[in-house]
Structure formats: structure tokens, C-alpha cells
Nanobody, 118 residues
Framework: QVQLVESGGGLVQPGGSLRLSCTTS????????MSWYRQAPGKERDLVAT???????NYADSVKGRFTISRDNGEMTVYLQMNSLKAEDTAVYYC????????????WGKGTLVTVSS
């Protein structure tokens, strides 16, 4: 059974930091590119950051220089370190796994809420 379980969300003041974790099971983690998406109230779900199976990363412009995505293949876990948080970072953050070859397989986690507020 495939599982992606996010944790680490919560309430933080502007300028603060949080570290999100996505612990996975049930699929070959090393084959998958892992991403974090976020969805703010009333808005679409947007890509935040991706780390490929080989460790290459890319980020949305809005988080470059503030967020860092990383993965631990042994623990089958992907992380999102979020620094210098802003009110506009408030959203539900989702973990996403994608494996592409001739076709594609993808999985979503259920999300963790991050609220940035004073």
C-alpha cells in the first residue's frame, strides 16, 4: 500500500522557519522525483519545489533562496526546509511522487497546513 505522510506543519510567525517531512512507503522511492506543492485558500495548487531521483532541484521563483528541498533515500523521506517565512506562504503543503518512463505513475499525500501569522 502506497503512503505519503506529511508532517511538520503548524503556526509560525513571519520570518520564522519550519521543516516539513514526507515519509513514504509502498513504492520504489529512488525511482521517483519528489515534489512539494501548496494550495492557499481559494487558490489553485502550485508547485513549490522538486528534487529528481538524481538529486537535481528546482524551485518556484517565490521561494528561491528561502526554501530547500532534500531527500533521504534510505529513509524514503523528502524534506522541505522553509526559512524567512511570509504570510503568503500560508497554505496546505502536499507531497507528490512522480515516476515517468513511457507512461507515468504519481501519488499524492494528504497535506499538512502551514500558517504564517503574528
Amino acid at each position: 500500500q502506497v503512503q505519503l505522510v506529511e508532517s511538520g506543519g503548524g503556526l509560525v510567525q513571519p520570518g520564522g522557519s519550519l521543516r516539513l517531512s514526507c515519509t513514504t512507503s509502498g513504492f520504489t522511492f529512488t525511482n521517483y522525483a519528489m515534489s512539494w506543492y501548496r494550495q492557499a485558500p481559494g487558490k489553485e495548487r502550485d508547485l513549490v519545489a522538486t528534487i529528481t531521483s538524481s538529486g537535481a532541484t528546482n524551485y518556484a521563483d517565490s521561494v528561491k533562496g528561502r526554501f530547500t528541498i532534500s531527500r533521504d533515500n534510505g529513509e524514503m523521506t523528502v524534506y522541505l526546509q522553509m526559512n524567512s517565512l511570509k504570510a503568503e506562504d500560508t497554505a496546505v503543503y502536499y507531497c507528490y511522487a512522480l515516476y515517468k518512463w513511457n507512461g507515468a505513475i504519481n501519488y499524492w499525500g494528504k497535506g499538512t497546513l502551514v500558517t504564517v501569522s503574528s
